[in-house]
C-alpha cells in the first residue's frame, strides 16, 4: 500500500521566491506598465512627412525682419497699409468721429450680428461698389454677406463656386501673373484649379494687354477669370477703360464668369465712383458675377475685418429668385465657417456709408491719402530721372494705387536689404505708403546704387 504524502508536501508555492519565474513576473508587469506609460517616438498621427514644415510667410517674415533692423534710416517698403508722412500708422478723423459716436451710443451691445452681418452695412456697402442707382439693386439681383474683410469675402466666393458653378472638364480659375499670392492658396484649399493668364509686361512695366486677350481668349468657355476691380497688387497697372469694354466684350463670347476682387475702391484714384467704374460697367453689360470687397484700406481698418460679398445675377425674370436661393445657400457656407461675422468694423464703416456728412469726410478723408501716394510717386520717379539712373522710370507714375512694381531684380532688392536696410518684396514690388518726404530720396540714390552696379 503506498505510503500517503503529508499534506504539507502537495503544496508548491508558485511565488516561491527562489524560484526564477517567480522573480521574474512583478518585473515583467512593472517593465508592461512603463512602456505604456513613456511617450512613444509615434506617438502622433501626424508625423513629418504627412505634416511637414510650412515655409514662412514671405511678407511677414519681411515685416519681422524689418523689426528686428536697429538701423535708424531703414525703410519699410513691404506690408500694404498706409502711413503717414512721419511713417505712421493713420487713423481716419472719420473713422475717430464715428468711435466716439458708437461709444456714446446707450444701446450698443456686444451680441450676435446674423449670419450675414450687420444689414445696414451690407446694404450701403453694395451701393458703393455696385452703384446706388444700379438696376440690379432696384430688381433685387444683389445679395450681399458681410466677411472676414476682403480675405475672408474671396474665400466665401471661393467655397461657393467650388460646390456649385459647374467648371468645363478643363476649365479652372484664371490669375493674373502676378496676382496677390494669397488668391493661390484660398482658390487651391477648396480644390478648385488654378491657371494664369499674361498681364505685367516686364519690358514696358505696364499692362501686356495682348497675352491677357489671348489667354481669356483660349481659355476654355465658362472659365473663372479674377480680375483686380482697381489699384491692380501687386504691380499697380490697370486697364483702361477702352480696355475694360474690350475684355467685356471677349468674356461675353466665351461666356466667362467673373470674379471682381475690389480692395482699394477710392484709395486708388481718390474717386470711389471712378474705382468702382470696371464692376459697374461688366453689371451694365448683363453679367452674373461675383465681387470681394474690403474696407481694410479705404477705412484704416485693417484689424477689423470688415469686408462684403456680393452675387450679382443677370437680368431676367427669376433674377429674385435666383438670388434667393444663392442667398440662402451662402448663408449655410458661412455659418460653418464663421457663424456670425464681427461687428465693429461693419459699425464703423455703416455710420459713415449711411451719413451723408460723415461721407463727405471718407472721401476727404480718401483723398488725403490717395493724393499723398500720387505725390511720392511724383518725387521719386523726379529724384531717379535727376540722377540719371538707367532705365525709364514713367512706370512709377504710370501706376496707380498703394504698390508699384519698379522692376528691380530679386538680387537688386536683397542688395537693397543688406547694404541700405531697404525691406521690399523679393519681386521688386514696394508699398508707396512706405516713402515719404523724410526717405524718398535716400530710397532714390539707393535704388541709383544697386542699378549701376548691375550695369
Not at 469694354?245 to 475690389?262: Q, S, T, V
Not at 485693417?302 to 442667398?327: D, I, K, N, Q
Request: proline share 7%; with cysteine.
Amino acid at each position: 500500500m503506498p505510503q500517503s504524502t503529508p499534506p504539507s508536501s502537495k503544496k508548491t508555492s508558485n511565488l516561491d521566491s527562489s524560484s526564477p519565474s517567480a522573480s521574474s513576473a512583478p518585473q515583467e508587469r512593472l517593465a508592461n506598465i512603463s512602456a505604456h506609460m513613456a511617450p512613444s517616438s509615434n506617438s502622433t498621427a501626424f508625423p513629418e512627412d504627412v505634416v511637414p514644415q510650412a515655409a514662412e510667410d514671405p511678407l511677414f517674415g519681411l515685416m519681422a525682419a524689418y523689426r528686428k533692423d536697429t538701423f535708424d534710416k531703414k525703410v519699410d517698403l513691404g506690408i500694404g497699409a498706409y502711413r503717414d508722412d512721419n511713417a505712421k500708422p493713420w487713423v481716419l478723423p472719420v473713422v475717430k468721429q464715428a468711435d466716439e459716436i458708437l461709444r456714446k451710443d446707450p444701446n450698443l451691445n456686444h451680441e450676435y450680428l446674423p449670419i450675414a452681418g450687420l444689414a445696414e452695412f451690407t446694404s450701403a456697402a453694395a451701393k458703393l461698389i455696385v452703384g446706388p442707382d444700379s438696376p440690379a439693386i432696384a430688381e433685387k439681383r444683389v445679395t450681399s454677406l458681410q466677411t472676414i474683410s476682403g480675405t475672408g469675402a474671396v474665400h466665401l466666393g471661393a467655397l461657393f463656386l467650388s460646390k456649385f458653378y459647374q467648371l468645363p472638364s478643363s476649365g479652372a480659375v484664371y490669375f493674373s501673373a502676378p496676382t496677390w499670392a494669397n488668391h493661390n492658396q484660398i482658390f487651391s484649399n477648396v480644390n478648385l484649379p488654378i491657371k494664369t493668364y499674361p498681364y505685367f509686361s516686364a519690358s514696358t512695366k505696364g499692362l501686356d494687354f495682348a497675352g491677357m486677350k489671348d489667354a481669356l481668349h483660349a481659355a476654355p468657355d465658362r472659365s473663372i477669370i479674377l480680375l483686380h476691380a482697381c489699384a491692380h497688387n501687386p504691380t499697380g497697372v490697370d486697364p483702361t477703360r477702352d480696355q475694360w469694354r474690350e475684355l467685356a466684350e471677349l468674356m461675353r463670347a466665351k461666356n466667362h464668369f467673373p470674379f471682381f476682387d475690389c480692395a482699394y475702391q477710392g484709395f486708388a484714384s481718390g474717386s470711389l465712383s471712378n474705382d468702382a467704374w470696371p464692376v459697374q460697367y461688366f453689371i451694365s453689360q448683363g453679367f452674373e458675377l461675383c465681387i470681394a470687397q474690403s474696407f481694410a484700406k479705404n477705412f484704416g481698418l485693417y484689424g477689423e475685418r470688415a469686408g462684403c460679398f456680393h452675387f450679382v445675377t443677370s437680368p431676367s425674370p427669376s433674377a429674385s429668385a435666383t438670388v434667393t436661393r444663392l442667398a440662402s445657400q451662402l448663408a449655410i457656407l458661412q455659418r460653418s465657417e464663421i457663424s456670425n461675422p464681427p461687428a465693429y468694423g461693419a459699425r464703423i464703416a455703416s455710420l459713415v456709408l449711411n451719413d451723408p456728412d460723415l461721407f463727405a469726410e471718407w472721401e476727404a478723408n480718401l483723398r488725403t491719402m490717395s493724393g499723398r501716394i500720387i505725390d511720392m510717386r511724383t518725387a521719386l520717379r523726379a529724384k531717379l530721372e535727376q540722377l540719371g539712373t538707367p532705365g525709364t522710370w514713367n512706370h512709377v507714375t504710370d501706376q496707380i494705387g498703394m504698390f508699384s512694381f519698379t522692376g528691380l531684380s530679386e538680387k537688386q532688392v536683397l542688395q537693397l536689404r543688406s547694404d541700405a536696410h531697404v525691406y521690399m518684396t523679393k519681386n521688386g514690388r514696394i508699398s508707396m505708403a512706405g516713402l515719404n518726404t523724410k526717405n524718398v530720396d535716400y530710397f532714390a540714390e539707393a535704388v541709383d546704387k544697386v542699378v549701376r552696379e548691375a550695369q
